[in-house]
C-alpha cells in the first residue's frame, strides 16, 4: 500500500505543466526549503517584429523540440516554439519566437549553476538565463537546419532562422512557497516585452566546403523607440508573488 501511494503520487507529479524543475538551497527565515522548481516563460501577446524587417506572413505554428548544449552535455532541454516559414527573393527563411523553455528531467549540473546565481547573486539571474537562452537558440538552429535543403557558402540564398522578441523585457521572478516546511518552491521566470521596440537575432546558415554548417549570428534592433530601455514601460505587471523583479533592461544582443 505504501508504495502503491508513493507511485501515485510520482505519477501526479509527473503529469503537471511544461516547467523546468531545478533544485537550489536557500536559507529562509520561516522555513527550510530544500528544493526548487523554475519554469521559464516569455510572454509575447504578439509578433512584436510583425511586418517588418522581411518577415515572413502567416499564422504560426507551434513544435516542441529537445536539443542539448555544450556545457551540459548530460542535460535535455526541452523547448516550446512558433515557426512560420517562406521564401522571399528566392532565400528560404523562418521566423520563430521562443515559448518555453527548459531542462526536463531535472539535470544535476543545470541545477546546481543555477542554485549558485540564485543564492549569491539574484540581481544576475535575469542575464544567466538570457545567456542561456541564446545558446538555446544556436542549438535549437543547428538541430533544424539538417531537415533543410542547405546552399553552399558563398551563395547570396543562404537559409535565414530569424528569432523575433522585444528590444526590451522586464525581469520577473516569482516564488510561490510551499505549505509544509522541507517542500517545494516554486520558482516562475518570466520575460515581459517592454514597448514596441523589436529585435531580431538572426541566424544564416550555409555549408562549408567539407559539408559542415556554417552558422554566423547577429541580433539587430529593427524598431527602436526613444530613449534607454529603463524609460519603456512595460506591456503588463509582472504577476503576484514576484520574488525580485528588474527595471526594463536590454534584450537584443547575440552571442
Known amino acids: 500500500m505504501r508504495n502503491f501511494k508513493l507511485l501515485m503520487a510520482f505519477a501526479i507529479f509527473s503529469i503537471t505543466s511544461f516547467a523546468i524543475y531545478s533544485c537550489a538551497k536557500e536559507n529562509d527565515s520561516k522555513q527550510n526549503l530544500q528544493t526548487v522548481n523554475t519554469e521559464v516563460e516569455i510572454r509575447i501577446g504578439t509578433e512584436p517584429c510583425e511586418g517588418v524587417g ?18 551540459y552535455p548530460n542535460c535535455t532541454f526541452e523547448i516550446e516554439y512558433k515557426m512560420r516559414s517562406c521564401v522571399i527573393n528566392g532565400q528560404l527563411k523562418f521566423d520563430l519566437q521562443m515559448v518555453e523553455w527548459g531542462p526536463w528531467p531535472a539535470c544535476q549540473d543545470f541545477d546546481d549553476d543555477l542554485d549558485s546565481v540564485i543564492i549569491n547573486n539574484p540581481g544576475g539571474v535575469a542575464l544567466w538565463l ?66 514596441e521596440a ?34 519603456q514601460v512595460p506591456d503588463i505587471p509582472c504577476p503576484k508573488g514576484t520574488y525580485y523583479s528588474t527595471s526594463c533592461i536590454p534584450n537584443c544582443q547575440a552571442l
Open 130 to 195: 538570457q545567456n542561456i537562452e541564446k545558446k538555446i537558440m544556436t542549438a535549437l538552429v543547428t538541430k533544424l537546419s539538417p531537415n533543410y535543403t542547405i546552399p553552399n557558402c558563398g551563395s547570396v540564398n543562404n537559409v535565414t532562422f530569424g528569432f523575433s522578441h522585444g528590444s526590451c523585457i522586464k525581469f520577473c521572478l516569482v516564488k510561490k512557497i510551499s505549505t509544509k516546511p522541507g517542500g517545494l518552491t516554486i520558482w516562475k521566470a518570466i520575460q515581459i516585452p517592454c514597448g
Open 198 to 231: 523589436c529585435c531580431r537575432t538572426e541566424y544564416k546558415v550555409c555549408k562549408n566546403p567539407d559539408g559542415a554548417l556554417n552558422i554566423q549570428v547577429q541580433a539587430f534592433s529593427i524598431q527602436t523607440v526613444p530613449g534607454s530601455c529603463e524609460s
Open 54 to 71: 522581411g518577415n515572413c506572413t502567416g499564422q504560426f505554428a507551434t513544435f516542441f523540440e529537445t536539443v542539448t548544449l555544450p556545457q
